[in-house]
């Protein structure tokens, strides 16, 4: 009888489970900008494949894994507590041509798990497929459909995983006390540093803002992006202060951006970022600078992270300075 009983119970609670709905954007959200060219958001539908691949891939791991209400909404926000995955794509690569010839073709996607209209977690992803002669064949609508199969499966294990994390939490406001402010979006200092190809096809300051984002959640680091700054507050300001490649793959690539910690409006410190490659055989321009802006994430939490820690303690920045001249002498 209590083997029954208990049963009931798991079956109770699973069947309570699978009536929180969580709503997946679709189709997905073309951002605007040259980075993804008319011929490919008409003639290959990647953003409702995109989406529908999603959901497909969240049946699949609730078959196998835990019980989660997926369900298909056109709606940003369907209601005011709802629980939302909006599905957007930044930017497509090697949009030209059709055969796997014409070089490597891929694209990025970025999933904003949302609840009540905040963002809890972003997840950004750049699928790549080779191209030359060892790389894929057909139009490159079939091989982008590849791409974003692979993409939708890799976000529905991630939906799976931010679920439980969310179900585990007590509350939504205990969870995200306080958040820092990204400030968006993230732009150009002088955009004449930058050749209008990489601007038109690499879509850098969503892509930054998206792994940005996606490093503060690895780190447990509560930041959501900030549409508006009204100079209250503790926010970071990410500029690019300079992009080049030239898009050939034996090319180096460079990349330069600024970061401003900022509070009540005051700018209380900055720092600049540079990294870039040696020449030799990338995938891509747009796909190198994805790259290097994974790195500046890392160290934009870093930094970040630090900075406030000797806001609030100054004698941490005095005690770092002696020591540092102590192991200078």
Not at 146 to 155: E, V
Not at 223 to 234: E, I, S, V, W
Request: proline share 3%; glycine share 8%.
């Amino acid at each position: 009888m209590k083997t029954i009983v208990l049963f009931l119970g798991i079956l109770a609670s699973g069947f309570s489970i699978a009536q929180e709905k969580i709503y997946i954007q679709s189709p997905a959200v073309f951002i605007d900008g040259d980075s993804i060219r008319d011929s490919v958001r008409q003639d290959c539908d990647l953003d409702k494949y995109l989406a529908t691949q999603t959901l497909s891939g969240i049946v699949h791991v609730k078959k196998k894994l835990m019980a989660i209400n997926a369900v298909a909404t056109s709606d940003e926000m369907p209601s005011d507590d709802a629980t939302v995955v909006n599905l957007s794509i930044l930017a497509v690569h090697g949009n030209g041509g059709a055969a796997a010839f014409t070089g490597g073709k891929g694209f990025t996607v970025r999933a904003d798990y949302k609840v009540a209209g905040q963002i809890i977690e972003t997840k950004t992803l750049t699928l790549n497929t080779r191209g030359g002669i060892f790389g894929q064949f057909g139009g490159i609508c079939k091989i982008l459909e590849k791409d974003a199969t692979s993409a939708a499966k890799k976000i529905s294990f991630w939906i799976r995983d931010v679920y439980k994390r969310q179900s585990s939490m007590p509350t939504l406001s205990d969870s995200a006390a306080k958040p820092i402010g990204l400030i968006s979006p993230i732009e150009y200092v002088d955009e004449t540093n930058v050749r209008q190809a990489i601007k038109d096809e690499c879509a850098l300051g969503k892509i930054t803002e998206g792994y940005v984002l996606e490093r503060a959640n690895h780190e447990g680091f509560p930041m959501k992006p900030l549409p508006t700054y009204d100079g209250t507050g503790t926010a970071i300001r990410v500029s690019i202060m300079d992009a080049v490649g030239t898009g050939g793959n034996l090319d180096r690539k460079f990349i330069k951006l600024h970061i401003d910690l900022l509070k009540n409006g005051s700018i209380i410190s900055s720092e600049d970022f540079r990294r870039d490659t040696k020449r030799g055989l990338e995938v891509g321009a747009c796909y190198t600078f994805e790259r290097l802006l994974k790195s500046f994430a890392n160290f934009a939490i870093k930094w970040t992270a630090n900075q406030i820690s000797i806001a609030e303690n100054p004698g941490a920045r005095e005690e770092s300075a002696e020591n540092k001249v102590e192991q200078d002498d």
